[in-house]
């Protein structure tokens, strides 16, 4: 039984039908398909079948700054949640911070936790992250 609840947590399980948009100009804007907004945050996945949205923030920033930036990217999007909520979706804000040195937030395992990945793979991806963060702030 507890095995099943825990399956259940996972934000992408269920049907398949998961469209993503980033906050690119080729990118098309979620807000066209899901709310009307100015905010975009930088990736937002959803699903119709689910009802189900997330808006995934990045930030980068100083170590010591890391639960800040959590708080603020997390409050920036509030408003933008609430209005979804009223409109039937589930949504979820997920703040990810970068500090600029490519160390990662305790988020991030949250986040892929969140989103299924376990076990060695959990491992496997976020030294794949932490290794492109360090990488690309170098």
């Known amino acids: 039984m507890k095995k099943e609840r825990t399956s259940n947590l996972k934000l992408l399980n269920g049907p398949n039908d998961w469209k993503i948009s980033m906050d690119l100009k080729t990118s098309p804007q979620f807000s066209v398909h899901i709310i009307q907004t100015e905010k975009q945050p930088d990736i937002a996945a959803w699903s119709y079948t689910k009802n189900s949205l997330l808006l995934i923030e990045l930030a980068i920033t100083w170590e010591e700054n890391l639960r800040e930036a959590h708080k603020r990217k997390k409050n920036q999007y509030e408003t933008l949640r ?7 979706w589930r949504c979820h804000v997920i703040p990810i911070e970068v500090d600029c040195r490519g160390f990662l937030g305790h988020a991030v395992i949250l986040f892929l936790t969140k989103i299924g990945i376990m076990g060695r793979n959990l491992k496997v991806d976020f030294d794949r992250l932490k290794n492109t963060a360090q990488y690309a702030l170098s």
């Open 82 to 88: 609430a209005d979804c909520v009223k409109k039937g």
